[in-house]
């Protein structure tokens, strides 16, 4: 289909867009005059769509002449047929790379929407309206790259500048020169020039062209078209503005608990051992990381004025478990154990037996044949 050549593609309708009332628009359009591209962009919009797919399949490029057959017939393109035909000027600056750099950078604050030098790998909703349609123009009926057509770019704004600057731009040999990258083979340059080729053909009076097609009026710049393109970008820019100030509300400022220094609270899980007494209650806490207390109160502290009970609570626990620890701990670890001594109502009773037994000694009587003993149970001054 002859209209992918075309899918991206701009025309301008110059008669229209000059007697529109917006002044910048105008001046736009004017500059657009004075380089020297008016033939070129408001030419006949006619379109030959069988013809076009001839040429670019059967085209290439031979000594600098672009050559081709459209319907069996041989076709050559030289650059002083195409500068004609366009009435292209054909002095000055032929490559991008030849534009002073300091007229790059006065364009840079004279298309900015700010008054600061934009950034040339920014977006074009930076720059003023009528160079936001500059933009496009170049990108699409000029250079014929694909891509975001709304990010700037360095071929892109260098032509802008050739324009807004009046650099004087030899643009036969600059067009001529895309063109060939779009009918050289591996070349990642896009076709387009549809409304242009589809001219250049109908010079040659032996080709049959068939049925011509007019391009899509959409793409053609005319009053209807130039108002429709400033009230999209100017939906999309209060869009962003919008969005951009939504997006500030929502957000919240942080407390003061949540600044890096202070420490983020954690659940804490405790086991609770089995026990036989008070004094052998033993906790066991499970955490990822130990917490000193003081660095968990002071995030506490900061939060809120008071601490809930059941935070109350948690800090009274850690106060016993860290106050139990230290008076369980020996003084130093490095000595041995000391061996605490049991109580009498703690032994078993045949030691505790053996003990009155030491403590109480029995007499008897040594190998007699009295079957008594005697016990010495009282002072020898008492009575027995």
């Given at each position: 289909?002859?209209?992918?050549?075309?899918?991206?593609?701009?025309?301008?309708?110059?008669?229209?867009?000059?007697?529109?009332?917006?002044?910048?628009?105008?001046?736009?359009?004017?500059?657009?005059?004075?380089?020297?591209l008016?033939?070129?962009?408001?030419?006949?919009?006619?379109?030959?769509?069988?013809?076009?797919?001839?040429?670019?399949?059967?085209?290439s490029?031979?000594?600098?002449?672009?050559?081709?057959?459209?319907?069996?017939?041989?076709?050559?393109?030289?650059?002083?047929?195409?500068?004609?035909?366009?009435e292209?000027?054909?002095?000055?600056?032929?490559?991008?790379?030849?534009?002073?750099?300091?007229?790059?950078?006065?364009?840079?604050?004279?298309?900015?929407?700010?008054?600061?030098?934009?950034?040339?790998?920014?977006?074009?909703?930076?720059?003023?309206?009528?160079?936001?349609?500059?933009?496009?123009?170049?990108?699409?009926?000029?250079?014929?790259?694909?891509?975001?057509?709304?990010?700037?770019?360095?071929?892109?704004?260098?032509?802008?500048?050739?324009?807004v600057?009046?650099?004087?731009?030899?643009?036969?040999?600059?067009?001529?020169?895309?063109?060939?990258?779009?009918?050289?083979?591996?070349?990642?340059?896009?076709?387009?020039?549809?409304?242009?080729?589809s001219?250049?053909?109908?010079?040659?009076?032996s080709?049959?062209?068939?049925?011509?097609?007019?391009?899509?009026?959409?793409?053609?710049?005319?009053?209807?078209?130039?108002?429709?393109?400033?009230?999209?970008?100017?939906?999309?820019?209060a869009?962003?503005?919008?969005g951009?100030?939504?997006?500030?509300?929502?957000?919240?400022?942080?407390?003061?608990?949540?600044?890096?220094?202070?420490?983020?609270?954690?659940?804490?899980?405790?086991?609770?051992?089995?026990?036989?007494?008070?004094?052998?209650?033993?906790?066991?806490?499970?955490?990822?990381?130990?917490?000193?207390?003081?660095?968990?109160?002071?995030?506490l502290?900061?939060?809120?004025?008071?601490c809930?009970?059941?935070?109350?609570?948690?800090?009274?626990?850690?106060?016993?478990l860290?106050?139990?620890?230290?008076?369980?701990?020996?003084?130093?670890?490095?000595?041995?154990?000391?061996?605490?001594?049991?109580?009498w109502?703690?032994?078993?009773?045949?030691?505790?037996?053996?003990?009155?037994?030491?403590?109480?000694?029995?007499?008897?009587?040594?190998?007699?044949?009295?079957?008594?003993?005697t016990?010495?149970?009282?002072?020898?001054?008492?009575?027995?």
């Amino acid at each position: 289909m002859a209209s992918s050549f075309y899918s991206n593609s701009q025309h301008v309708d110059f008669e229209s867009v000059l007697s529109m009332d917006d002044h910048g628009m105008v001046s736009m359009f004017e500059a657009l005059m004075s380089s020297g591209l008016r033939g070129f962009l408001g030419c006949p919009a006619v379109v030959y769509e069988d013809a076009l797919v001839d040429f670019f399949e059967n085209a290439s490029v031979r000594s600098g002449v672009i050559i081709s057959t459209v319907g069996g017939q041989l076709v050559e393109i030289s650059e002083e047929r195409f500068a004609e035909s366009f009435e292209l000027p054909v002095d000055g600056f032929g490559d991008l790379s030849e534009i002073p750099k300091d007229a790059i950078f006065d364009a840079r604050s004279i298309v900015s929407l700010s008054g600061e030098p934009i950034s040339l790998s920014g977006r074009k909703n930076k720059m003023k309206m009528p160079f936001r349609l500059l933009c496009d123009i170049m990108a699409k009926a000029i250079s014929v790259k694909a891509g975001s057509f709304n990010a700037i770019t360095v071929e892109k704004f260098s032509l802008i500048t050739a324009v807004v600057c009046r650099i004087k731009m030899n643009w036969a040999k600059f067009l001529f020169s895309i063109l060939k990258k779009m009918v050289s083979p591996g070349s990642k340059q896009a076709k387009g020039f549809a409304i242009q080729i589809s001219l250049l053909l109908a010079t040659f009076p032996s080709l049959e062209l068939g049925e011509s097609s007019e391009f899509p009026a959409s793409k053609v710049l005319a009053k209807k078209t130039v108002h429709r393109f400033v009230s999209i970008h100017d939906r999309d820019g209060a869009e962003e503005v919008t969005g951009a100030a939504n997006k500030k509300a929502v957000s919240k400022k942080r407390p003061a608990a949540d600044v890096g220094a202070a420490v983020p609270k954690r659940k804490r899980t405790f086991k609770k051992k089995s026990i036989s007494s008070i004094s052998s209650l033993e906790l066991v806490e499970v955490a990822e990381e130990a917490i000193p207390i003081q660095q968990v109160a002071e995030p506490l502290d900061v939060e809120e004025p008071r601490c809930s009970s059941a935070d109350d609570v948690d800090v009274i626990i850690q106060q016993v478990l860290d106050e139990t620890r230290a008076a369980d701990a020996p003084a130093d670890i490095a000595q041995p154990a000391v061996t605490e001594e049991k109580l009498w109502f703690d032994l078993p009773y045949d030691d505790l037996v053996k003990q009155w037994e030491v403590e109480r000694p029995v007499v008897t009587a040594s190998d007699t044949d009295e079957d008594l003993a005697t016990v010495d149970v009282a002072p020898a001054d008492g009575d027995q």
